[in-house]
Nanobody, 122 residues
C-alpha cells in the first residue's frame, strides 16, 4: 500500500503565491516520476508539472512556465510545487502523483493524492 498526502492549497489573490507539498509513504522500493495534475471545475484533469527521480528532466505545461517550479526531496519521498504570479485560470483541484516501484515483482504503478483546492480570486 502506498499513500500520498498533500497540503498547501487555499485561497489566494491574483498575483499571489502558494506552495503545495506532497509526501509519499508505504511499501516503496523507489519512486520514478513525481508530479502534479490539476482539474478546473467542469474540465478534464491535465498534467501541470512533473520531475524525474534525479531531477534531470522537468516538465511544465505551457500555461505555467516561468511561474511554477517543481522540486523534490528523495530522502523524504516528497514533491513540491511552488506557484507564483497566480491567475484566476489557475483555480483547480491539484492532485499529486508518484510512479512507484513496489514489491514483490518490482512493478511500477501510479498513485494519487487526495487533491487540494487552489482558488485564485479577488
Amino acid at each position: 500500500q502506498v499513500q500520498l498526502v498533500e497540503s498547501g492549497g487555499g485561497l489566494v489573490q491574483p498575483g499571489g503565491s502558494l506552495r503545495l507539498s506532497c509526501a509519499a509513504s508505504g511499501t516503496i522500493l523507489g519512486i520514478y516520476t513525481m508530479g502534479w495534475y490539476r482539474q478546473p471545475p467542469g474540465k478534464q484533469r491535465d498534467l501541470v508539472a512533473a520531475i524525474t527521480s534525479g531531477s534531470t528532466t522537468n516538465y511544465y505545461v505551457d500555461s505555467v512556465k516561468g511561474r511554477f517550479t517543481i522540486s523534490r526531496d528523495n530522502a523524504k519521498n516528497m514533491v513540491y510545487l511552488q506557484m507564483n504570479s497566480l491567475k484566476p485560470e489557475d483555480t483547480a483541484v491539484y492532485y499529486c502523483y508518484a510512479d512507484v516501484l513496489t514489491p514483490p515483482k518490482y512493478t511500477v504503478a501510479k498513485f494519487w493524492g487526495q487533491g487540494t483546492q487552489v482558488t485564485v480570486s479577488s
